[in-house]
């Protein structure tokens, strides 16, 4: 099972390599973006979360600080889903769903990255570095 893990973390973690990179690469496309629905700072937040993306998601794939690294992940998706995909202030029925459908799809992502903390953290042979570890 250990080699199913390692290929789950890799695609969970290729989600947040992929957009980390859009949000450092693409800065100034995705602060208009963010700007578009009301984020604070974008030209800070943007880069910033765009780091966050990146260190998450190699963490997760290396296998250190996952707690850490998923924590601070869930912390992002829910923030960006309730400042991006506003879906019940939509007053059209298309618009309305997409927002909802992808609302719901960060949410997921939200408990996939509580899970995988939870679950990290729980299971770890002692030798991982966690919160719980001997750094934190």
């Known amino acids: 099972m250990d080699v199913v893990e390692f290929i789950g973390r890799i695609l969970f973690a290729v989600l947040f390599l992929q957009n980390g990179y859009a949000h450092v690469r693409h800065r100034a496309g995705m ?51 309730l400042l991006a995909h506003r879906y019940w202030e939509e007053a059209e029925y298309p618009t ?27 299971f770890s042979d002692g030798m991982s570095l966690t919160l719980g570890g001997p750094f934190f």
Do not use: H
Request: glycine share 12%.
């Open 31 to 81: 602060v208009g973006f963010a700007k578009s629905f009301g984020t604070p700072m974008a030209e800070i937040s943007v880069p910033a979360t765009g780091l966050l993306m990146l260190a998450g998601g190699v963490l997760i794939i290396l296998g250190v600080w996952v707690d850490l690294a998923g924590f601070a992940l869930f912390l992002f998706v829910v923030t960006a889903g």
């Open 96 to 122: 309305r769903a997409a927002q909802q459908a992808q609302f719901m799809k960060n949410m997921a992502i939200a408990g996939a990255c509580l899970f995988l903390a939870a679950d990290f953290y729980q």
